[in-house]
């Protein structure tokens, strides 16, 4: 079993930036990969970005690409997403989760993650 919390949300003005944070614990060592999703009113989980244990690989929706960063601290079972350039469209619910996929490239969807927070509000006003 592998906890995941989600903290750092907030309300933000349009342009300026907030940090997540996920911290992880449990049953953490074959969870290689740990996501962050979000989720609009009546809509689906959407993919945001991902970091591999090794912080080899990095994955960002093209939606956010250039304006968040993904990190990690495995000593601290810490993963952070900081968001700069924030929008009103960023508004939404972010959660963290974790992956036990082995598969080269990182997973992008929310049946390949295996274990979620309770996700944090982010709320971006014009």
């Known amino acids: 079993q592998v906890q995941v919390v989600e903290s750092g949300g907030g309300l933000v003005q349009a342009g300026n930036s907030l940090r997540l944070s996920c911290v992880t614990s449990?049953?953490?060592?074959?969870?290689?990969?740990t996501g962050w999703f979000r989720q609009y009113p009546g809509k689906e989980r959407e993919f945001v970005a991902a970091i591999r244990w090794s912080s080899n690989r990095i994955v960002y929706a093209d939606s956010v690409k250039g304006r968040f960063t993904i990190s990690r601290d495995n000593a601290k079972n810490m993963v952070y997403l900081q968001m700069n350039s924030l929008k009103p469209d960023d508004t939404a619910v972010y959660y963290c989760a974790v992956s036990g996929s082995v598969a080269a490239s990182l997973p992008l969807t929310t049946g390949q993650y295996n274990y979620w927070g309770q996700g944090t509000q982010v709320t971006v006003s014009s």
């Open positions: 449990g049953r953490t060592l074959n969870y290689f990969t």
